[in-house]
Every structure is written in structure tokens, then in C-alpha cells.
């Protein structure tokens, strides 16, 4: 397994060992000891799986309060997977960084609390699973705008995007960043 650190502080992009021959293959998605070396969390609250059509886009999502940290990989077809630091003082607050994620590379992120996280469906259809570190509440449950001109995500153009009336209507992170309560710690 690899781990390597994403432009965004925290962010890491996961490419285990993916054993294959002629009948398959096998990998492991989550290996405690291994994972925690590298600061992700070795307690997850909820498991979640979506399974969406080509240009359907899910975000951008994170908690307040204790925040959530996820843990994401496609089992099935291609997404792009995006984050963005909301975290106040971050080097990087406010940018973006987007990994494709897919059953073939077998790749995933690690999303810290304190980044918002999203994806686009890129294949036909795509099954997508998660680790959550905590359990979902809509109380605390918050987006921004997946189009926030200032972030300025670079979404694919091929077809057209498919997204809820909630993710359409979110906020821009000029418009809610005095409510953000993570704050960047080195």
C-alpha cells in the first residue's frame, strides 16, 4: 500500500495492493494497524454506499460540530473525487483538489474534518462507498456550492451535471465561512 499526502494538508490519497490472476483479484480497503500510522481514524461510526448514474454530482458536503472525516473509494466504475478546506488559516483554504477514483485503480481518500467532500459520476453508473467517523445528523449536516466561482472546481463538461435541489441551492463559502468552526493546525 501507498500513502501519499494531497496538495491540501491532511488529504491522502490510499492506493492499497491489489492482488490479481486470472480469476479475480483481491485488496485490502481497510487494515487498522496500517491506516493509522498514517493518522486515519481506526473508528468509523457509519458505512455508507451510493450508487448513481454518469453526471450525477453529490456535494459539497461536511458536518459541523465534531465534523466528520470520511474515508471513500469507487467499487465500482470512475468518479471524480473532490475536497475543499474550509479549515480557517490553512494554507490552502479554499482550494480544491480532485483524484479519480474507480473500480479499476482501486485508489481512495482519506477526507479530514474540516474539507468539504463531493463527487461527480464519470462512467455510466458507479457505486460509490464510505467510511463516516461519525453517524449522520441533519442537524449538523451542511454544503457549499459545488459551483462557487471563487473555488471554481474544474467539474467535467461532457454531460451534463446532474445534481439535488439541495446541492443546487447551497451557499457560496464566502456566504457561510463565518460559521465554519475548523480552524487549520499544523
Avoid at 4 to 15: H, M, R, T, V, Y
Avoid at 64 to 78: E, H, T, Y
Avoid at 111 to 120: D, K, N, S, T
Avoid at 128 to 144: F, M, S
Wanted: hydrophobic content about 40%; aromatic content about 10%.
Amino acid at each position: 500500500m501507498q500513502v501519499q499526502e494531497l496538495s491540501i494538508p491532511g488529504a491522502l490519497l490510499i492506493q492499497p495492493a491489489v492482488h490479481g490472476d486470472d480469476r479475480g483479484f483481491f485488496a485490502e480497503t481497510y487494515r487498522e494497524p496500517v491506516w493509522s500510522e498514517h493518522g486515519i481514524p481506526s473508528h468509523w461510526a457509519q458505512d455508507n454506499h451510493s450508487r448513481s448514474g454518469q453526471g450525477v454530482l453529490r456535494g459539497m458536503h461536511f458536518a459541523i460540530g465534531d465534523g466528520q472525516a470520511k474515508l471513500v473509494r469507487c467499487a465500482r466504475g470512475r468518479i471524480l473525487d473532490v475536497v475543499v478546506d474550509l479549515r480557517a488559516g490553512s494554507p490552502t483554504y479554499g482550494t480544491w483538489e480532485g483524484v479519480e477514483l474507480s473500480d479499476e485503480n482501486m485508489h481512495q481518500i482519506y477526507v479530514p474534518i474540516g474539507l468539504a467532500h463531493g463527487f461527480v459520476v464519470l462512467s455510466e453508473i458507479a457505486d460509490v462507498t464510505y467510511k463516516c467517523t461519525t453517524v449522520y445528523d441533519p442537524a449538523v449536516e451542511r454544503g457549499i456550492a459545488y459551483d462557487d466561482p471563487e473555488i471554481a472546481i474544474a467539474w467535467p463538461t461532457e454531460f451534463p451535471l446532474l445534481v439535488s435541489d439541495r446541492d443546487a441551492n447551497a451557499k457560496t463559502l464566502a456566504d457561510v465561512s463565518d460559521e465554519l468552526p475548523f480552524r487549520y493546525t499544523a
